[in-house]
């Protein structure tokens, strides 16, 4: 036993030797070669993989951050409101690990455009279904920065009356779904719409030139501005301030029907939740953190994706393995000659395996190394500073440290084994064969 | 004393139809210490002998004796393990590792057997010395002149002391100044008492052989031993 380690531990010597030396004073641009590979394998690995998940999680990142908060508060599936709103948002205003938040009122509501130029009567109004948001604009601008997602006018203010932000589905310039509804044409900021709300009960209808009836729920504003997003919750809705919303809808009720938090620094999600649950809110609301807010089904899309990319990447690899085995099988072969000679003065088999395996593992260090600079040092951050535009979300890359970790295991262990295949298929030749080379 | 006893060697290549055979019942012994050259005609199985009695092919029938051992009956890691520390080897082309230098290639054997690196070095320093090339230590074989090449070889196969050292036709592609240098290396080392066995096409090389052994056609047609002056 102790002369088997022995003459393994002199194996290691010899073979890490060999390997030093074959890697420093063989051909460079076989190394380079060999390495690039490796790189791009792990990109592949990686990259394709993370792209894919990016894609989803590019638009929960855009959800929490535009729309749902770190911490989310709807309406239980029972109910029309949050039950205690006002007592909510007292707590949530003393709780420290809470930043901001902000909450929103919301009905639906029709949106009639282009009504002054109408003269057709017996024609179909230009108009659209929509969700009217009733907003505290200055808390809307903290938690989920509304006014960026502006591409026309400019942000609602907290003191005015009588404006409305547009979401720019509505839009038949902005809208991709014209197919499925008819769009508001040619709206710009500065342009009046009529906006009706149903299901309050109201009584009321003013406009700005102070007209009213009795009978209507119908209000005229000037668009401020419109916003798009890839968060369908924006560009699927109409932002009012919260008092203009409550003149529209006659809701005199002060129950919201969402409160997006933002939580403060060093908190975790889970955490700020179960605090609110804690304070027994999760019988007056569903409270959810930004995670749990998405639907499954885009979870298990994500999974997929994540799946899907690994086993493109892994065709990847399996292609890298058989490179790697030809490339060292090619140097193997050719550098016969001297293996064969090496075990002619009596160099064990394993040295020269070990040889081989070193240099593969030299390789497969170096060129995830080099990938692991270029995803960590280049693609993430300039994918993320500039998102890769997808139709339905801004792409990131996502490269988590762990799974990251895991496959360039799989890519270490894979590498091994195409280079010490070739090594013992040489060694184990006849020595004699090998050194005449027949 | 015989350190190499050879009886009955048979060693055939190919099978059926196109079987060859080379060594055909080769009956021979070599002492210690002696200097032996091979001769013969091209395909008369010099170096197939050679080959046989070293280690490096297994016979096809007969018994190989070297320093006691039926090499026969080892198997392949233990033949690598003998040739480590017995045999000692002068390849025609040198056959040196082209990315390790002089002193790398020298001391590679003595590493296999466990002697620690500064040892290592200071006997491949030695040897290399022993053969004029201590300033050649850290030159790349491509480095060196051919007798240059052949000599570090020579260190190679003589740092660990092995008890026999087979040459074959060392001097085949060398100069004869670069000739005349390795038998006169060789010639030293037999005179400190190594075991020396040659293969060898040139006569000339082996008027210091203690043995001459001419074979033909896979046998020994004849053994010459030189007669040692009288001390």
């Avoid at chain 1, 010597?13 to 490796?38: C, D, P």
């Amino acid at each position: 036993m102790f002369r088997k380690f022995k003459k393994f531990q002199t194996s290691l010597v010899v073979g890490t030797l060999l390997a030093k030396r074959q890697i420093t004073r063989g051909n460079f641009w076989i190394n380079v070669l060999i390495i690039g590979i490796m790189t791009l394998t792990f990109l592949s690995l990686v990259v394709i993989s993370g792209i894919l998940v990016g894609l989803l999680e590019g638009s929960f990142q855009a959800n929490r951050e535009r729309y749902s908060g770190d911490v989310f508060i709807s309406t239980l599936a029972d109910e029309s409101s949050i039950q205690s709103t006002g007592m909510i948002q007292s707590t949530l205003e003393s709780l420290p690990i809470v930043q901001d938040f902000t909450v929103r009122y919301k009905s639906g509501a029709t949106i009639e455009a282009n009504y002054r130029e109408r003269r057709d009567f017996s024609a179909l109004p230009n108009s659209v279904g929509v969700n009217i948001v009733g907003i505290d604009p200055e808390r809307e601008e903290s938690v989920t920065g509304l006014s960026e997602s502006l591409v026309e006018g400019q942000m609602l203010e907290s003191d005015e009356s009588g404006y409305i932000l547009l979401g720019s589905t509505f839009i038949r310039r902005y809208s991709n779904f014209s197919d499925l509804f008819e769009p508001l044409d040619e709206v710009y900021p500065g342009d009046r719409v009529k906006v009706s709300v149903t299901g309050k009960g109201l009584t009321f209808s003013s406009d700005l030139s102070g007209d009213s009836t009795a009978s209507s729920n119908t209000q005229e504003f000037i668009v401020k501005g419109i916003v798009k997003s890839k968060v369908d919750e924006v560009s699927l809705a109409a932002f009012v301030t919260e008092s203009d919303y409550r003149r529209l809808t006659g809701d005199t009720s002060l129950n919201a029907q969402e409160i997006a938090i933002k939580k403060a620094d060093g908190y975790e999600d889970q955490y700020v939740k179960q605090v609110l649950v804690s304070y027994g809110f999760s019988n007056l609301a569903k409270i959810q953190t930004a995670a749990e807010a998405i639907p499954k089904f885009l979870d298990d899309i994500k999974q997929t994706f994540s799946i899907l990319g690994t086993a493109i990447g892994g065709i990847g690899l399996v292609v890298s393995a058989i490179t790697i085995f030809i490339v060292i099988y090619i140097n193997a072969l050719t550098r016969r000659k001297f293996i064969g000679i090496l075990k002619g003065i009596g160099i064990s088999g394993t040295a020269i395996e070990i040889a081989y395996v070193l240099q593969s593992v030299f390789y497969v260090l170096i060129g995830s190394l080099i990938g692991a600079l270029i995803v960590y040092g280049l693609l993430v951050p300039v994918i993320a500073a500039n998102p890769i535009d997808f139709p339905f979300s801004d792409g990131i890359l996502v490269a988590d440290p762990l799974p990251t970790f895991n496959r360039f295991l799989i890519l270490f262990f894979v590498t091994v084994i195409a280079g010490y295949l070739p090594a013992r298929l040489i060694v184990k030749k006849n020595t004699l064969d090998s050194i005449l080379q027949r | 004393m015989a350190i190499i006893s050879v009886k009955n060697l048979i060693k055939t290549y190919g099978n059926g139809e196109v079987e060859t055979k080379v060594l055909r019942g080769l009956n021979l012994e070599i002492n210690s210490g002696e200097f032996v050259a091979i001769m013969g005609k091209s395909g008369a199985g010099k170096s197939t002998l050679l080959y046989q009695i070293s280690l490096l092919d297994r016979p096809t029938d007969g018994q190989v004796i070297v320093d006691g051992v039926d090499i026969l009956a080892l198997d392949e890691d233990e033949r690598t393990d003998f040739r480590l520390k017995h045999l000692g080897y002068i390849f025609q082309d040198y056959a040196l590792v082209p990315e390790l230098n002089a002193i790398e290639n020298v001391i590679i054997p003595l590493l296999m057997e466990g002697i620690p690196e500064d040892e290592a070095k200071k006997r491949g320093m030695e040897s290399l010395k022993e053969l004029g090339l201590d300033g050649k230590a850290n030159n790349r074989p491509n480095q060196l002149s051919g007798g240059e090449q052949q000599r570090v070889s020579i260190a190679r196969a003589i740092v660990q002391n092995p008890q026999i050292l087979f040459a074959d036709e060392p001097t085949a592609n060398l100069d004869s100044m670069s000739s005349a240098a390795v038998i006169e290396s060789l010639k030293r080392l037999h005179e400190k008492g190594q075991t020396i066995v040659m293969v060898t096409h040139e006569e000339e090389y082996t008027v210091d052989c203690d043995k001459v052994i001419y074979l033909i056609d896979g046998q020994v047609a004849e053994e010459r031993i030189k007669q040692k002056p009288l001390k």
